[in-house]
């Protein structure tokens, strides 16, 4: 409960910002187009405040439903309007301009995204080496012969320098390839190539992580269970567990190393664990009660402790990544235009059955993600940012009536017919468009709450 603030924060803020920028978008180009807008409104449903400004007395408005905002622009569809203002009428507007009004919502997102990545290549930040962990047997990456600290340095000739790399080219690659060649410098510094079969990506349907069915996982080394640093005030201190103290078993079960004291932890949130431990020779006994937290949408055990350190646990597993300017833009760019492209491509295949519908995520899901994003740091949550920057792009492009892309194949059917569409056809096409729009918001939700009460 303690993460909850900060995840709504998070989101509000997020979901804000986003907003804005879309519906930014739509008014600032209708501006320039000529067309007088009547109200700029953040959320649907009852004004919980509103201010008339500029020349044209635009009401400014934050209402009560959060999830979206509208530009409401001078339209004879909508009420009457006085014969001197006929011209700044949208629906006055021909074709090309109004196309140009609806797509700037969109375009604004995508411009978003880019200056959120941008801002980040040119800060830089310090990044995980794409390092292997040893495989579990009976998986694609066991097949491959990928070994523990196999460092990738290529995936079929694409040089790959963090883990993030490596994760987005390989995800990519699984949805066009069912073999890659992985280039990596072994433990030992030698260079091998592993070859590694994608195909259990698509056989999962792509539920879950990806890398997680092909066996690929970070490298964590083998460290001994002692403890280090303590989190004051955290569950370890309030039990009385102190740096140095060697965890022998929980509940009775024989410790073989860190990793098994953090999941044991993990699945214990809120329950009492007995802690075997070693201080300086003498065996103790202490009751740890692990506090509650939520990663991944998932309740979690947290005790506030850190390892302690060795020779091991210093090897160097980050990289701080700084880009030029021009670089930097570049990279965003790129890195927004192959998200974009992705998205739509993962669509697609949730259409023609390929893709699970449950990686269909909604606000719980996102919020989720905000909160996490912003615990780990600023650069990962303006990264969260340009993501989802880029799933509203993408998403109010697609042709359905009620959405961005639905207008602009209102437009495109003018374009080929030589005159709008009837206001029938239109109306049916908006009862349609909502129709959907609400079924994917309700499956959304549904995978929502099956991930948070079913893990």
Not at 84 to 107: D, H, K, M, W, Y
Not at 265 to 288: K, M, N, P
Not at 342 to 356: D, I, R, W
Request: overall charge neutral; proline content about 4%.
């Amino acid at each position: 409960m303690s993460d909850l603030p900060l995840t709504l924060a998070a989101f509000a803020l997020a979901l804000g910002i986003l907003i804005v920028v879309h519906e930014f978008g739509h008014y600032i180009v209708a501006r320039w187009c000529g067309v007088k807008v009547l109200r700029f409104s953040i959320g649907f449903g009852p004004v919980l405040w509103q201010r008339r400004l500029g020349r044209d007395a635009t009401e400014w408005a934050v209402s009560a439903l959060p999830l979206g905002g509208y530009v409401k622009m001078l339209d004879e569809r909508e009420g009457e309007v006085a014969v001197e203002e006929l011209p700044r009428a949208f629906n006055r507007q021909g074709v090309g301009r109004r196309s140009l009004i609806v797509a700037a919502g969109p375009l604004a997102n995508f411009l978003l995204a880019i200056a959120l990545y941008w801002a980040v290549f040119l800060h830089g930040t310090n990044e995980l080496l794409p390092v292997l962990g040893a495989p579990a047997a009976s998986t694609p990456a066991a097949a491959a012969g990928i070994r523990a600290g196999d460092q990738v340095a290529r995936i079929d000739d694409e040089t790959v320098v963090t883990w993030d790399d490596f994760r987005w080219q390989l995800l990519q690659l699984a949805a066009a390839r069912s073999q890659v060649a992985l280039d990596v410098v072994d433990a030992d510094g030698v260079a091998r190539t592993r070859l590694l079969v994608l195909d259990a990506v698509r056989e999962e349907g792509w539920e879950g992580d990806p890398l997680v069915h092909l066996g690929l996982r970070f490298y964590r080394p083998d460290l001994p269970a002692v403890i280090g640093r303590l989190v004051d005030g955290g569950p370890a201190a309030r039990a009385g567990l102190q740096a140095g103290d060697r965890v022998l078993a929980i509940d009775g079960r024989p410790l073989a190393n860190w990793q098994a004291l953090v999941l044991a932890v993990r699945d214990a949130g809120g329950r009492s664990l007995r802690f075997d431990i070693e201080r300086q020779g003498v065996s103790l006994q202490l009751a740890v009660v692990p506090d509650e937290a939520s990663e991944g949408g998932q309740r979690i055990g947290r005790i506030g402790v850190a390892v302690a350190e060795t020779a091991e646990s210093r090897r160097e597993l980050r990289t701080f990544v700084r880009y030029s300017f021009i670089d930097a833009g570049r990279k965003a760019i790129f890195e927004t235009w192959d998200k974009s492209v992705f998205s739509l491509l993962m669509l697609g295949k949730m259409l023609t059955g390929e893709v699970s519908w449950k990686n269909l995520s909604g606000p719980v899901t996102i919020a989720d993600y905000a909160g996490q994003t912003a615990k780990l740091g600023i650069d990962y949550y303006v990264r969260f940012m340009a993501l989802i920057s880029i799933s509203l792009g993408v998403l109010n492009l697609l042709p359905v009536p009620v959405l961005d892309g639905g207008h602009l194949m209102y437009h495109m059917i003018e374009v080929v017919r030589r005159k709008p569409l009837s206001e029938r056809a239109m109306a049916i096409g908006q009862q349609f468009g909502l129709a959907i729009l609400f079924s994917l918001m309700a499956f959304a939700f549904f995978n929502d709450l099956n991930r948070l009460f079913g893990g």
